[in-house]
């Protein structure tokens, strides 16, 4: 309802204030053309993200400090901390940084964001800046004309800053022809009221434009002009700081778990330096006041004292938030929880929106979301095996891991591919359709090959629940050779998962290559109809025709289970980039052996 | 010229795409062979040893398979310093 009313009142009353106050239509100007800027400057940006900034940010993110001087730099080149998120929710869903880091670059980015109040104090407010805004935007349009991505990239920049510029400018001029009309600074308010009031027009400010970057941008020009007081713009940059964790708990509500908590993080800092500085308002002041007096600001300069303030007031935050990151990050994973399994349906983990924004994440996140996929998958095998997980995982003989049976009843393996593959199936489906739009011809080569191995998991399930039923009839059966024959085929997929579990686990690629291989050889010797165990079993009459008929088919679904499990594997588990996949065993190798072995 | 597509013409030019690739691949290889030769290494003097009629059935398969995947590494290598 709220939402429904919010823009066509926004509407109404900017309509109002252009038509009452042409100085007002000016400022209006002003800050749409900034904001202009600023998006056309994320687009130029994120031309240069389909590589460079992605190798920079993984590189860049190992240890905390790294984090938060990744966090200011790429901020004070970007000139936009919202960017900045956008890429930390996007690595931070697709899992390739941790959320200390995620919290590391967004405490960076925070004092990377002091960086524009500094260049418009110094810069923005003392030349007549509109005059290099036009040069850069007549440069920028006819880059953006270009077909090339990197030129186009380079030419929303320049058109970005060029608006940047021009907006500003506008702003300047604006408050600066209000003020021969009206003196705004006669609507100050002093006191712990006046800093409340001002602090409230701050973050609603920065919600509505969506950016904490304009609205100090817009204190700064009205402050450069005198039609606000200096106390009153220190609590709108207050303020300011507040709202702009707002828009990012916006933006997160779309994303996945991680990106609600960064979310969390970051409103939880802010909020918290936003209450310090209150409390030592006056104290802070002083402060400022000292260390300007150092770098020879005058006193009456109240713009860079401000870009000062801010400077310090988000450096303050960052240096007390240093010693609990790690019991922050503790608070949030134990109040933000996963909704793994809600009424028993399992839905994916990796898969949304915010890792679409790069090609790097989406394929990471697809990879993980597989994992995920063979993990439910795994442990449905095993219980359709009636074997227990734990036991396989664990170093105890194959022969007691038989022994010990996961339930008396069959599970319906029929409704746990309902409930936790095929939702998760289709999402991958759906996921890589989309991702592959922004893909090169080689990643949409290895999305193809994770897309078959997603395929080989569910045909994997498919293959244990046919062999399920006559698993579970003849390891019970009277008939000992039969019972024989099952039990043989129980223990040799006890021992295929197992082997699969060390190939999920380990990170030591020759110890992969050679249990692959080993796989490979060992189902190829496993089936009855190849290796003459059948017609042993019919010559002699130990076996019934249709008991011959169950067995053979059923050792074909074992052969199945584990082929399709080692091609997954192949993909999955071995990286699919990697160098040295020729070494590996192709069937003709496998049959090779097979063969020798006789 | 944007700066990505300026230097992947240089490496081009001077056939150091090829050259770095074939580099990279040659690192990986050899890395892998020293920890299949380390293995194969192990699994020789573990056969030495007194072992259960299993337990050494299993090892000589493992072994069967690392000299197989030692033998298709150094092909490929050889194919690899072969183009050089």
Request: aromatic share 8%; hydrophobic share 45%; with cysteine.
């Amino acid at each position: 309802m709220f939402k429904k009313i919010l823009l066509p009142t926004i509407l109404i009353i900017l309509s109002y204030g252009f038509w009452i106050s042409p100085n007002f239509k000016e400022i209006s100007s002003g800050i749409a053309i900034f904001l202009f800027g600023m998006l056309s400057l994320e687009e130029g940006f994120r031309a240069f993200s389909g590589g460079i900034l992605e190798q920079i940010l993984q590189k860049s993110t190992d240890k905390l400090y790294k984090s938060i001087g990744f966090g200011i730099i790429t901020t004070t080149i970007m000139q936009s901390s919202s960017l900045v998120s956008v890429l930390t929710i996007s690595f931070l869903g697709a899992g390739l940084i941790g959320l200390t880091q995620g919290i590391g670059i967004i405490l960076g980015a925070n004092i990377g964001t002091t960086s524009g109040a500094w260049l418009m104090a110094t810069f923005g407010l003392k030349v007549k800046i509109s005059a290099y805004a036009m040069p850069m935007l007549v440069f920028g349009v006819i880059f953006i004309f270009q077909k090339n991505k990197q030129l186009k990239g380079i030419g929303y920049i320049l058109s970005g800053l060029g608006f940047l510029f021009l907006g500003i400018s506008y702003m300047k001029e604006g408050f600066e022809a209000l003020k021969n009309a009206v003196d705004l600074s006669s609507f100050a308010i002093g006191g712990f009221s006046g800093l409340l009031i001002f602090i409230g027009i701050g973050i609603l400010a920065t919600i509505i434009m969506q950016s904490s970057h304009a609205t100090i941008v817009i204190i700064l020009a009205a402050l450069s002009v005198g039609q606000i007081t200096y106390e009153n713009a220190l609590a709108l940059t207050i303020g300011a700081n507040i709202g702009t964790t707002i828009t990012a708990i916006i933006g997160s509500l779309s994303s996945n778990i991680d990106g609600k908590r960064l979310a969390a993080a970051h409103f939880i800092f802010n909020m918290i330096t936003a209450v310090i500085a209150v409390v030592i308002l006056h104290q802070m002041i002083y402060v400022v006041d000292i260390f300007s007096g150092l770098v020879g600001i005058g006193g009456d300069n109240h713009t860079l004292k401000l870009a000062v303030f801010d400077t310090l007031f988000k450096v303050m935050g960052v240096v007390i938030f240093l010693p609990f990151i790690a019991k922050l990050v503790k608070f949030l994973e134990s109040t933000f929880k996963e909704d793994i399994i809600k009424s028993g349906i399992d839905t994916v983990r990796y898969l949304n929106d915010s890792v679409l924004e790069l090609p790097a994440t989406s394929l990471a996140a697809i990879i993980r979301e597989t994992k995920h996929l063979y993990d439910n998958t795994f442990e449905i095998i095993c219980q359709g095996l009636n074997l227990k997980e734990k036991n396989i995982a664990s170093t105890i003989s194959i022969s007691e891991v038989i022994k010990d049976s996961y339930s008396d009843e069959p599970v319906d393996i029929e409704e746990y591919y309902e409930n936790r593959i095929k939702g998760i199936y289709s999402e991958i489906v759906s996921f890589a359709t989309k991702a592959q739009a922004s893909m090169t011809p080689s990643d949409i080569d290895i999305l193809y090959k994770i897309k078959l191995a997603n395929r080989d998991l569910v045909e994997a399930l498919k293959a244990t629940k046919h062999l399920q039923k006559n698993l579970l009839k003849y390891t019970k059966s009277t008939n000992v050779n039969i019972k024989e024959q099952y039990d043989i085929i129980r223990k040799n997929l006890a021992e295929l998962l197992r082997n699969m579990n060390i190939i999920a686990t380990t990170d030591e690629d020759h110890i992969k290559m050679v249990l692959l291989s080993k796989i490979k050889v060992t189902i190829e010797k496993q089936d009855v109809l190849t290796n003459g165990t059948i017609d042993t079993l019919i010559r002699n009459s130990l076996i019934t025709n249709t008991m011959a008929s169950s067995l053979m088919n059923d050792s074909y679904y074992a052969y199945e289970i584990g082929k399709n499990l080692v091609a997954m594997a192949e993909v999955i588990f071995m990286d699919v980039r990697h160098f040295t996949a020729g070494v590996g065993m192709s069937s003709e190798d496998v049959k090779e052996i097979t063969e020798r072995k006789g | 010229m944007g700066m990505k597509k300026f230097f992947k013409q240089v490496k081009h030019l001077l056939g150091l795409e090829d050259f770095i690739e074939s580099e990279k691949k040659k690192k990986s290889i050899k890395e892998l062979l020293s920890k299949l030769h380390a293995r194969k290494r192990e699994i020789k003097e573990l056969l030495k040893s007194k072992l259960s009629k299993k337990e050494r059935h299993e090892l000589k398969d493992e072994l069967e398979i690392i000299s197989f995947h030692i033998k298709n590494g150094k092909k490929i290598l050889a194919e690899l310093y072969a183009k050089k």
